[in-house]
């Protein structure tokens, strides 16, 4: 240990003392900025596009249930499109009729009846409906013939000439076995004929599908069955 | 510790810490990478660095920075020396100044560092006890027989001429 009087002899030693002399040369590069961060920086940037985008596709996935709504509309409510249903001659149950192929007479036929186009079914019923044939060609011929005849009053045209415009009339439909799958393939384009029609549809509509759990069971639930729509209905 | 402090204290106290790692280096391009390393540590470190500590933090940096480097570069240093013995010639000072100069190269880097903090900067024995991690004791036997060392060097006559 050093004590208080071998302090004072230290001073009397070598010491040194700085040379003012040496300095850092280049001191400019030891300065720092501290980084400012922008507003608009690029993760914002895309996080708001994204945000953007889902909101978008949000939006028309909504817009693309609007067919539904509308043809449910007509079921619940027939005096909005009352027009639409007194111009058909003749409804069929579990047929699928729109405004044009009424003018033209097209009709996708399976079972004839004088009731409410729209009925409650369950979903048992309703399959066992997708199961069945469709008859052959000249069946239905015969099925839209005794139709025009049942429903048009009196004409002065001949049975020559019905004939042959119920032929024209089926001529444009083709009337074949199909699978569910099939027919809903041709459901599908006549629903959304009132709507517009939009790019990337079939995608958005898998996707709707998909998030929205459409391919589900509804159970015992009694449903309305419009084109390739399934309405539940409570009692 | 703010960007304005860092840049003040960039002002104030980056001659003396190379100044002083330069004294002990003898290296000029090594003593500027450690005093860039020193400051780039602190300016990583800003948050936790108080203003009024700066100064000691940063001597405390590049005192343990040249350390490593002394230890990493023993060969390098061994080379340099013999280079010495084999006649190169060594820069020459006027007078005493030479003198105390070798007679700092006597010592060991731990010695070497405590004379030129209590002399070049005039830290206190409890300040340079922080840099250099030994209490104010050990400081003061260490720092006097440098002090001897550098006495007996100077006053044989052999080593002034």
Not at chain 2, 58 to 87: C, P, S, W
Not at chain 2, 121 to 131: D, F, L, R, V
Request: aromatic share 6%; with cysteine.
């Amino acid at each position: 240990m050093i004590d208080n009087n071998n302090e004072d002899k230290l001073d009397q030693l070598p010491s040194f003392k700085p040379d003012l002399n040496i300095v850092y040369p280049n001191k400019k590069e030891l300065y720092r900025r501290e980084a400012v961060r922008p507003f608009f920086s690029i993760n914002r940037l895309v996080a708001a596009a994204a945000l953007m985008l889902t909101a978008g596709i949000i939006w028309w996935l909504s817009a693309e249930q609007d067919p539904q709504k509308q043809v449910a509309a007509v079921g619940s409510n027939p005096t909005n499109h009352a027009d639409e249903i007194n111009t058909i001659p003749k409804i069929q149950q579990d047929t699928v009729v729109l405004k044009s192929s009424v003018a033209k007479k097209n009709a996708l036929t399976r079972k004839v009846t004088q009731e409410n186009p729209i009925v409650v079914a369950n979903p048992e019923s309703l399959a066992s409906n997708n199961t069945q044939e469709i008859p052959p060609y000249q069946e239905v011929v015969q099925q839209e013939i005794v139709g025009i005849q049942a429903e048009q009053p009196k004409s002065n045209f001949s049975e020559e000439a019905l004939q042959a415009a119920a032929e024209a009339v089926v001529k444009d439909v083709a009337v074949k076995p199909r699978s569910l799958e099939e027919k809903s393939e041709n459901y599908i384009p006549l629903a959304n004929e009132r709507g517009r029609k939009k790019p990337f549809r079939g995608l958005i509509r898998a996707l709707s599908r998909t998030i929205l759990g459409e391919g589900e069971s509804l159970g015992d639930e009694n449903i309305i069955r419009v084109a390739n729509f399934k309405i539940p209905v409570s009692n | 510790m703010t960007e304005r402090e860092y840049n003040a204290c960039v002002d104030a106290h980056a001659d003396g810490v190379y100044r002083f790692i330069l004294k002990s280096l003898r290296h000029a391009e090594d003593s500027r990478d450690i005093v860039q390393s020193a400051f780039e540590k602190m300016w990583k470190n800003r948050n936790a660095v108080i203003n009024e500590t700066a100064k000691s933090y940063l001597f405390t940096v590049a005192y343990h920075q040249m350390i490593d480097h002394i230890r990493k570069n023993k060969k390098i240093q061994l080379k340099d020396e013999f280079a010495e013995d084999a006649g190169i010639e060594a820069p020459i000072y006027p007078g005493a100044k030479r003198d105390l100069d070798l007679a700092l190269q006597q010592l060991t880097p731990l010695q070497k560092s405590l004379v030129l903090l209590k002399d070049y900067e005039g830290y206190t024995y409890e300040e340079i006890g922080k840099i250099t991690e030994l209490n104010a004791s050990q400081v003061k036997v260490y720092l006097h027989r440098a002090r001897l060392i550098l006495r007996a060097f100077v006053g044989n006559p052999h080593n002034i001429i």
